[in-house]
């Protein structure tokens, strides 16, 4: 379109719809046969001949679960517009839009956020990027968060910020711009212009040398994969990696010793199958943080992580992994999780019981292992997996169509909730107890050290109370 600018990564499953809805509804016959194309065609309609406003037509396209919809609005939206509704997953989208004499940067992802997509803004510019790498290599001090899952980011020239992608008290507490440590030695590896292989190769060479301490500076190029060919060569526990910048995605994968510090955020996949060793970073990690972790400590202070954080993590014998989250984390928060410990400590809102420090589906398909979320006891609803809201709701009219009384429709709604086919979670709110007390005192003490956070925070996390989520 003219008016409609479109980038788009993933696909959509619905595309066959929209291209059916756009010939029969509007006659349009004339494709070149891209999904990008499809979402640009429905945008233009919803805001040209529907008359909606830029939200209200995002809205539509993206169309939310009713479950998660209490806006009565928004639910006659979605239902009203369910035609256009684009239907991954995946997918992210940007869009540029020339509107009633006003240009809108438009980003939106899927409910179930299979494809990154991240935000930026300083004082004169609003960014957006499906990696981080790419926003610090034009605006290095730029304050960076991410769209939450079903999100939306919506910036126009006239209006400024119109949807920040979560709200905006999630971006205000854990998503402030933050200023790292520079290392300024010559000694440092400058990463500048070098490439994954070229890093990596310099990395293991210097290791095998015998240096013990490895800097790498600059490191604003997006390069992935860092670190993971240490394990094969046998590099081991004594090397301490340390990065100032933005570390592509899967740095420290397969690792088995190494200390990896990240003076700065990292991307997707960090630590993926992690043996042993410790990854702290100071800023914020992605999503998929902790894939099938497996021993070892991950330390996050900035410390916001996305999706699927601590997915697939186990433990075997003594070998008990540690992931501790400073701040907050999005959906699926140990999904699959088998063993070890996760904690989520939400530090910057220490004095506030009302925020909440998690997303949808907390430990889902969850066998082993525990999940401690300070702060106020997390809704119920937020934890493991439901039924579909589409079943209840045919089971509920079908007691009504039944007749049942309600303590009858309860008692069979208690039996469907308990079913094999539900998988449960153990949820408790309580304060740690002794033994909890005695075990995770040390790595929080290591974590508040690490960070120079100071000792009466320590004493704060252990006299909280938690969500302990275990499996059942």
């Given at each position: 379109?003219?008016?409609?600018?479109?980038?788009?990564?993933?696909?959509?499953?619905?595309?066959?719809?929209?291209?059916?809805?756009?010939?029969?509804?509007?006659?349009?016959?004339?494709?070149?046969?891209?999904?990008?194309?499809?979402?640009?065609?429905?945008?233009?309609?919803?805001?040209?001949?529907?008359?909606?406003?830029?939200?209200?037509?995002?809205?539509?396209?993206?169309?939310?679960?009713?479950?998660?919809?209490?806006?009565?609005?928004?639910?006659?939206?979605?239902?009203?517009?369910?035609?256009?509704?684009?239907?991954?997953?995946?997918?992210?989208?940007?869009?540029?839009?020339?509107?009633?004499?006003?240009?809108?940067?438009?980003?939106?992802?899927?409910?179930?956020?299979?494809?990154?997509?991240?935000?930026?803004?300083?004082?004169?510019?609003?960014?957006?990027?499906?990696?981080?790498?790419?926003?610090?290599?034009?605006?290095?001090?730029?304050?960076?968060?991410?769209?939450?899952?079903?999100?939306?980011?919506?910036?126009?020239?006239?209006?400024?910020?119109?949807?920040?992608?979560?709200?905006?008290?999630?971006?205000?507490?854990?998503?402030?711009?933050?200023?790292?440590?520079?290392?300024?030695?010559?000694?440092?590896?400058?990463?500048?212009?070098?490439?994954?292989?070229?890093?990596?190769?310099?990395?293991?060479?210097?290791?095998?040398?015998?240096?013990?301490?490895?800097?790498?500076?600059?490191?604003?190029?997006?390069?992935?994969?860092?670190?993971?060919?240490?394990?094969?060569?046998?590099?081991?526990?004594?090397?301490?990696?340390?990065?100032?910048?933005?570390?592509?995605?899967?740095?420290?994968?397969?690792?088995?010793?190494?200390?990896?510090?990240?003076?700065?955020?990292?991307?997707?996949?960090?630590?993926?199958?992690?043996?042993?060793?410790?990854?702290?970073?100071?800023?914020?990690?992605?999503?998929?943080?902790?894939?099938?972790?497996?021993?070892?400590?991950?330390?996050?202070?900035g410390g916001n992580?996305?999706?699927?954080?601590?997915?697939?993590?186990?433990?075997?014998?003594?070998?008990?992994?540690?992931?501790?989250?400073?701040?907050?984390?999005?959906?699926?928060?140990?999904?699959?999780?088998?063993?070890?410990?996760?904690?989520?400590?939400?530090?910057?809102?220490?004095?506030?019981?009302?925020?909440?420090?998690?997303?949808?589906?907390?430990?889902?398909?969850?066998?082993?292992?525990?999940?401690?979320?300070?702060?106020?006891?997390?809704?119920?609803?937020?934890?493991?997996?439901?039924?579909?809201?589409?079943?209840?709701?045919?089971?509920?009219?079908?007691?009504?169509?039944?007749?049942?009384?309600?303590?009858?429709?309860?008692?069979?709604?208690?039996v469907l909730m308990?079913?094999?086919?539900?998988?449960?979670?153990?949820?408790?709110?309580?304060?740690?107890?002794?033994?909890?007390?005695?075990?995770?005192?040390?790595?929080?003490?290591?974590?508040?050290?690490?960070?120079?956070?100071?000792?009466?925070?320590v004493d704060a996390?252990?006299?909280?109370?938690?969500?302990?989520?275990?499996?059942?």
């Open positions: 379109m003219s008016d409609i600018a479109v980038v788009h990564n993933g696909e959509l499953s619905s595309y066959g719809n929209h291209v059916n809805a756009l010939l029969y509804k509007y006659g349009l016959n004339s494709f070149v046969g891209t999904d990008s194309e499809a979402a640009a065609y429905l945008m233009h309609y919803l805001l040209h001949l529907h008359g909606l406003d830029i939200e209200s037509a995002v809205k539509a396209l993206i169309g939310e679960s009713p479950k998660y919809v209490h806006d009565s609005k928004a639910l006659s939206l979605i239902r009203q517009f369910r035609w256009a509704m684009l239907d991954g997953p995946p997918f992210a989208i940007l869009m540029g839009i020339y509107h009633n004499d006003d240009v809108y940067l438009v980003a939106m992802v899927d409910r179930f956020k299979l494809r990154p997509m991240v935000i930026g803004m300083d004082d004169e510019h609003y960014y957006v990027a499906s990696e981080e790498a790419a926003i610090r290599a034009v605006a290095p001090e730029a304050q960076v968060w991410t769209l939450e899952p079903g999100g939306y980011f919506i910036a126009s020239l006239k209006h400024g910020v119109i949807s920040w992608g979560r709200s905006r008290e999630e971006v205000d507490i854990f998503f402030t711009r933050r200023f790292f440590p520079t290392y300024v030695g010559k000694d440092a590896i400058n990463a500048e212009g070098l490439n994954y292989r070229e890093l990596n190769e310099e990395i293991l060479r210097r290791a095998l040398s015998g240096e013990r301490v490895i800097r790498i500076i600059n490191v604003r190029g997006g390069q992935r994969f860092i670190g993971v060919n240490l394990p094969r060569h046998n590099i081991r526990g004594g090397v301490r990696v340390e990065i100032y910048g933005t570390p592509g995605n899967s740095l420290a994968n397969l690792n088995n010793g190494v200390e990896f510090v990240v003076y700065g955020n990292a991307q997707d996949d960090v630590a993926d199958t992690m043996h042993g060793g410790r990854v702290v970073i100071h800023g914020d990690a992605r999503d998929v943080l902790g894939q099938a972790l497996q021993g070892g400590e991950v330390l996050i202070r992580a996305g999706n699927r954080t601590g997915i697939q993590m186990r433990e075997y014998r003594d070998r008990r992994p540690y992931l501790i989250i400073g701040g907050r984390v999005d959906d699926y928060l140990g999904e699959y999780m088998a063993g070890g410990v996760i904690m989520v400590l939400g530090i910057d809102a220490l004095n506030r019981c009302n925020v909440q420090l998690v997303g949808k589906h907390v430990g889902s398909g969850m066998v082993g292992g525990r999940i401690y979320i300070r702060g106020g006891k997390v809704p119920e609803n937020k934890i493991g997996l439901t039924i579909p809201y589409s079943e209840l709701k045919e089971f509920l009219d079908a007691s009504n169509d039944e007749g049942l009384r309600q303590d009858e429709t309860n008692k069979l709604l208690n308990r079913s094999e086919h539900v998988r449960r979670n153990r949820i408790e709110y309580r304060d740690l107890n002794s033994d909890e007390i005695k075990e995770l005192e040390p790595i929080l003490r290591r974590f508040t050290q690490e960070f120079n956070l100071g000792e009466s925070i996390l252990l006299g909280s109370r938690y969500t302990v989520v275990t499996a059942e």
